[in-house]
C-alpha cells in the first residue's frame, strides 16, 4: 500500500453505474480506476489534451473536471467547439461565453479564431472575454475576427504590467489597434501577428518601441502603414514579413541580426529599400525578374537563400556581370496565368546561375496553364550560351516541365556545366494547380496540349 503523500486525492472510479468488465473467474465486476497520482500531475496530464479532449474528459471525473475549470490553453475554433462550418456566430460566441464564465482564469494561450463564422457577437463578448484571459502569465494570444464595416477595437488598456511581463505571442486578425506612448514595455514579446490590422505607423513605432524582445514582425494588408523604420534597438529582431501593404513605400532597418525578409505586393520599389544584411529573402511581385537579377547584388550582397515568385513578365533576366557571392539556394517560380501577357523566356534565367557561383540547390516552376511558347517540337534548333562551370550544384528541380523549347535550352544548359550535379528532378505535374486549403480541394486541369507533349519532351532529354 502506497504510503500517505502531501498533494495525493483520493482515488475516483469510472464505470461505477454499471458495467465493467466481469471476472472470468469470480464472475465479478472490475472497477477501473483513475490512477491515485498527485493532483499536480493528473492537472499536468490534462493540461497536455488537446482542448476538445481535455473538455470531454472533465465530464467523466471530478477530478478532472475542477482541471478543466483552470486548464491553461484555450482554443476556440469551429472545430474545437464542435460546429457546423455554416454555424452562426451567436452560438459560437454562447459557447465561448459559458466555458469562460466558470473559469478561473489563470491561462497561458488564449486563441479565438472567429474568421468565417456568421453573424458578429458585438464587441461587449470580445470585452468581457479578454478581460478573463488577459492576466498575468498569459503567453499566447490569437483573436482572429470576421471582416466587419466596423473593426473591434482592441483594448490595450488591458496589457497590465504583469500580461506585458509574460506576453510572448501576439496575432490580431482584423482588429484596430491603437497603443500610445503610455502602453509601456512589453518585455517578453517575441513574435507579433499584425493581419487586416487598422495602425498607422506612428502607433506601431509606439508598439515596436516597447516590444525590444522582438523575433518576428509579421504585417499582411495593414493599409494605413506608409513606412517601416526598424530602430537598432531591436537586437533580437530576426524574421520580417510584409504582405500586401500597399501603401508602404519604404523599409528601413537598423537591426543588427534581421536575416530573414519576406516582401509579397507590387508596392515595392527597390530603389527604396535601404541596404539590408539579409541572407534570406523571399520576394512575390508582378514583373519581378529583371529587378531582382539588376538590383539585388548590390542591395542585399549577402543573401544566402533566394526564393523569387513573379508572373506576367515584361522583360527578361539580364546578363550582367554583379554576382549573388554567396548565394547557396535558389528558388524561382514564374507563373504564366490563364491570361499571358508575354511569353517569359525561361532560357534567361541562365544569368542568375552564372552569377551566383556557390550554388547548390536549385529549384524552378515553370508551370503554364496552356502552351505559350514555342515547343521543341516545332524547331529543335536550341541556342547556345557560352560554357560556365559550375562545381557546387548538386540538387536541380524542375517543376512543370514541359515541351517549350526555352524549357529544354535551360535544362541542357543545367545538364552540361553543372559538373558536381547530383540529382535533377523533372516533374511534369502543375505544380500549384490543386488547392488544398479551400473547402472544396479542386484541381485545374492540364490542358491536352500539354499532355499530350509531356512524354515526347522526356524521351528528347534522354536522347541529347
Same mark, same amino acid.
Given at each position: 500500500?502506497?504510503?500517505?503523500?502531501?498533494?495525493?486525492?483520493?482515488?475516483?472510479?469510472?464505470?461505477?453505474?454499471?458495467?465493467?468488465?466481469?471476472?472470468?473467474?469470480?464472475?465479478?465486476?472490475?472497477?477501473?480506476?483513475?490512477?491515485?497520482?498527485?493532483?499536480?500531475?493528473?492537472? +499536468?496530464?490534462?493540461?497536455?489534451?488537446?482542448?476538445?479532449?481535455?473538455? +470531454?474528459?472533465?465530464?467523466?471525473?471530478?477530478?478532472?473536471?475542477?482541471?478543466?475549470?483552470?486548464?491553461?490553453?484555450?482554443?476556440?475554433?469551429?472545430?474545437?467547439?464542435?460546429?457546423? +462550418?455554416?454555424?452562426?456566430?451567436? /452560438?459560437?460566441?454562447?459557447?465561448?461565453?459559458?466555458?469562460?464564465?466558470?473559469?478561473?482564469?489563470?491561462?497561458?494561450?488564449?486563441?479565438?479564431? /472567429?474568421?468565417?463564422?456568421?453573424?458578429?457577437?458585438?464587441?461587449?463578448?470580445?470585452?468581457?472575454?479578454?478581460?478573463?484571459? $488577459?492576466?498575468?502569465?498569459?503567453?499566447?494570444?490569437?483573436?482572429?475576427?470576421?471582416?466587419?464595416?466596423?473593426?473591434?477595437?482592441?483594448?490595450?488598456?488591458? $496589457?497590465?504590467?504583469?500580461? +506585458?511581463?509574460?506576453?510572448?505571442?501576439?496575432?490580431?486578425?482584423?482588429?484596430?489597434?491603437?497603443?500610445?506612448?503610455?502602453?509601456?514595455?512589453?518585455?517578453?514579446?517575441? *513574435?507579433? /501577428?499584425?493581419?487586416?490590422?487598422?495602425?498607422?505607423?506612428?502607433?506601431?513605432? &509606439?508598439?515596436?518601441?516597447?516590444?525590444?524582445?522582438?523575433?518576428?514582425?509579421?504585417?499582411?494588408?495593414?493599409?494605413?502603414?506608409?513606412?517601416?523604420?526598424?530602430?537598432?534597438?531591436? !537586437?533580437?529582431?530576426?524574421?520580417?514579413? %510584409?504582405?500586401?501593404?500597399?501603401?508602404?513605400?519604404?523599409?528601413?532597418?537598423?537591426?543588427?541580426?534581421?536575416?530573414?525578409?519576406?516582401?509579397?505586393?507590387?508596392?515595392?520599389?527597390?530603389? $527604396?529599400?535601404?541596404?539590408?544584411?539579409?541572407?534570406?529573402?523571399?520576394?512575390? !511581385?508582378?514583373?519581378?525578374?529583371?529587378?531582382?537579377?539588376?538590383?539585388?547584388?548590390?542591395?542585399?550582397?549577402?543573401?544566402?537563400?533566394?526564393?523569387?515568385?513573379?508572373?506576367?513578365?515584361?522583360?527578361?533576366?539580364?546578363?550582367?556581370?554583379?554576382?549573388?557571392?554567396?548565394?547557396?539556394?535558389?528558388?524561382?517560380?514564374?507563373?504564366?496565368?490563364?491570361? %499571358?501577357?508575354?511569353? &517569359?523566356?525561361?532560357? *534567361?534565367?541562365?544569368?542568375?546561375?552564372?552569377?551566383?557561383?556557390?550554388?547548390?540547390?536549385?529549384?524552378?516552376?515553370?508551370? !503554364?496553364?496552356?502552351?505559350?511558347?514555342? *515547343?521543341?517540337?516545332?524547331?529543335?534548333?536550341?541556342?547556345?550560351?557560352?560554357?560556365?562551370?559550375?562545381?557546387?550544384?548538386?540538387?536541380?528541380?524542375?517543376?512543370?516541365?514541359?515541351?517549350?523549347?526555352? %524549357?529544354?535550352?535551360?535544362?541542357?544548359?543545367?545538364?552540361?556545366?553543372?559538373?558536381?550535379?547530383?540529382?535533377?528532378?523533372?516533374?511534369?505535374?502543375?505544380?500549384?494547380?490543386?488547392?488544398?486549403?479551400?473547402?472544396?480541394?479542386? &484541381?485545374?486541369?492540364?490542358?491536352?496540349?500539354?499532355?499530350?507533349?509531356?512524354?515526347?519532351?522526356?524521351?528528347? !532529354?534522354?536522347?541529347?
Amino acid at each position: 500500500m502506497a504510503s500517505p503523500t502531501t498533494g495525493k486525492r483520493k482515488g475516483s472510479t469510472c464505470g461505477e453505474q454499471g458495467g465493467g468488465d466481469a471476472d472470468s473467474q469470480s464472475g465479478k465486476a472490475t472497477r477501473i480506476s483513475i490512477p491515485d497520482l498527485p493532483e499536480d500531475i493528473l492537472f +499536468r496530464i490534462h493540461s497536455l489534451l488537446p482542448m476538445r479532449e481535455a473538455a +470531454r474528459t472533465a465530464c467523466i471525473s471530478p477530478t478532472f473536471f475542477h482541471s478543466w475549470r483552470c486548464h491553461s490553453n484555450l482554443i476556440f475554433t469551429k472545430d474545437t467547439i464542435g460546429l457546423k +462550418r455554416s454555424a452562426c456566430g451567436e /452560438y459560437f460566441g454562447d459557447k465561448i461565453d459559458r466555458i469562460l464564465r466558470n473559469h478561473s482564469g489563470c491561462l497561458k494561450t488564449f486563441n479565438i479564431d /472567429y474568421y468565417g463564422t456568421h453573424g458578429f457577437t458585438g464587441t461587449s463578448y470580445f470585452d468581457r472575454w479578454l478581460q478573463i484571459a $488577459l492576466k498575468a502569465g498569459i503567453e499566447e494570444l490569437t483573436l482572429v475576427l470576421s471582416e466587419a464595416k466596423q473593426k473591434y477595437n482592441f483594448p490595450c488598456s488591458l $496589457l497590465s504590467d504583469g500580461v +506585458r511581463n509574460s506576453l510572448r505571442y501576439l496575432r490580431l486578425q482584423f482588429c484596430a489597434l491603437h497603443p500610445t506612448v503610455e502602453l509601456g514595455p512589453l518585455r517578453s514579446l517575441k *513574435s507579433l /501577428y499584425l493581419w487586416r490590422v487598422s495602425i498607422t505607423w506612428n502607433e506601431l513605432e &509606439c508598439l515596436i518601441f516597447n516590444s525590444l524582445t522582438l523575433e518576428l514582425l509579421d504585417l499582411i494588408s495593414c493599409p494605413q502603414i506608409e513606412c517601416l523604420k526598424l530602430p537598432c534597438a531591436l !537586437q533580437r529582431l530576426s524574421a520580417l514579413s %510584409v504582405l500586401a501593404c500597399e501603401r508602404l513605400k519604404v523599409i528601413e532597418s537598423k537591426a543588427p541580426n534581421l536575416s530573414s525578409l519576406y516582401l509579397c505586393g507590387n508596392w515595392l520599389d527597390f530603389s $527604396l529599400v535601404e541596404t539590408l544584411p539579409i541572407k534570406e529573402l523571399e520576394l512575390q !511581385q508582378t514583373n519581378l525578374i529583371w529587378d531582382a537579377r539588376a538590383k539585388l547584388p548590390s542591395l542585399m550582397p549577402n543573401i544566402e537563400t533566394l526564393a523569387i515568385q513573379s508572373s506576367r513578365e515584361v522583360v527578361d533576366a539580364p546578363m550582367l556581370p554583379t554576382k549573388f557571392l554567396h548565394l547557396k539556394h535558389l528558388t524561382i517560380t514564374v507563373r504564366s496565368g490563364a491570361i %499571358v501577357f508575354r511569353a &517569359c523566356d525561361y532560357f *534567361s534565367l541562365v544569368s542568375f546561375l552564372d552569377a551566383s557561383p556557390s550554388l547548390e540547390t536549385l529549384i524552378l516552376d515553370v508551370t !503554364q496553364r496552356r502552351m505559350v511558347h514555342e *515547343s521543341i517540337f516545332a524547331d529543335s534548333q536550341l541556342r547556345h550560351m557560352p560554357e560556365h562551370r559550375h562545381g557546387h550544384l548538386k540538387n536541380v528541380k524542375i517543376s512543370g516541365f514541359n515541351s517549350a523549347k526555352c %524549357v529544354v535550352e535551360l535544362t541542357c544548359y543545367i545538364l552540361k556545366n553543372a559538373v558536381s550535379l547530383e540529382c535533377l528532378t523533372l516533374d511534369t505535374i502543375y505544380g500549384s494547380r490543386c488547392d488544398d486549403q479551400g473547402e472544396d480541394n479542386r &484541381c485545374t486541369p492540364m490542358t491536352d496540349g500539354i499532355l499530350m507533349e509531356i512524354p515526347g519532351t522526356l524521351g528528347y !532529354q534522354n536522347t541529347h
